[in-house]
């Protein structure tokens, strides 16, 4: 469908499990080469191994972003292995969701470190190989909870900060003709919302049904959901569009 990335190499945060494993799988099934990172190697070596099964190229590196010396080894690594970086994925995130008067300060850390410095390690790296090449596309992987949501003080901090460090990117890096915008999913199903379900102490199937019956499509959504616009986001069927933020959510933001 997008030809255009044939060959691209492209790095995807995150892409162990979840929305991140699903924009790699897709990103790779348009032809890119994948460098798939995620905190833990054995994860990134899952889909490494998914990715190669069906005849792609992709090497996996177990890497935590909020690390500048790792994420710069990273970097020149994936580009010596697979080339010049010209896609750019933050998908990398943690929860660590409590009330502000009970949420510890190494909580907020590790979720504002991990969302926001994480993302923004991995841009500073990645440009200098897309302005190098004049052309490039990065996606920030922000939520519907930049807009609030309770016991998420830190995530929806986090999340916000994305939407503005989205904007700012793409002002700084479009002379370059690189594209820099952010997805906001909604409710996805994926291992961490169902971690969300039994911290709250419900079953995982009535949570998501709850969560269907107040969206206006009636369902949640899956990672692939995310993923398709991630892919359209990387293509030069977008290449008028940069500096947005594209919520995803089976309805429009609220």
């Not at 499990?17 to 994948?34: F, K, N, P, T």
């Not at 995530?155 to 700012?168: E, I, N, P, V, W």
């Amino acid at each position: 469908m997008y030809p255009e990335l044939t060959d691209r190499t492209a790095v995807v945060t995150g892409a162990g499990r979840g929305i991140g494993r699903a924009e790699a799988l897709r990103l790779a099934s348009e032809g890119a080469r994948l460098a798939v990172v995620d905190l833990r190697q054995e994860d990134a070596e899952n889909t490494v191994n998914e990715i190669r099964s069906g005849g792609g190229r992709a090497e996996a590196y177990g890497v935590d972003v909020v690390d500048a010396d790792a994420v710069r080894a990273m970097m020149e690594d994936a580009a010596r292995r697979l080339g010049p970086i010209a896609i750019l994925v933050n998908n990398a995130g943690i929860t660590r969701d409590n009330l502000l008067f009970k949420m510890s300060v190494e909580d907020w850390d590790a979720v504002l470190d991990t969302h926001l410095k994480g993302s923004f390690l991995c841009a500073r790296e990645a440009q200098r190989y897309m302005v190098e090449q004049k052309w490039g596309k990065i996606v920030n992987t922000s939520s519907t909870s930049a807009l609030g949501n309770r016991g998420q003080a830190n995530y929806s901090a986090a999340k916000a900060g994305l939407q503005g460090l989205t904007r700012t990117l793409a002002i700084e890096l479009g002379p370059f003709n690189i594209n820099v915008n952010a997805v906001a999913p909604g409710f996805i199903d994926t291992d961490m919302t169902r971690d969300t379900a039994r911290r709250l102490g419900l079953d995982a199937e009535q949570f998501k049904a709850g969560a269907a019956a107040r969206i206006p499509l009636r369902r949640v959504g899956v990672p692939d959901d995310i993923a398709n616009v991630v892919a359209f986001l990387c293509s030069d069927q977008s290449s008028y569009i940069s500096g947005q933020v594209i919520y995803v959510r089976g309805g429009p933001a609220e």
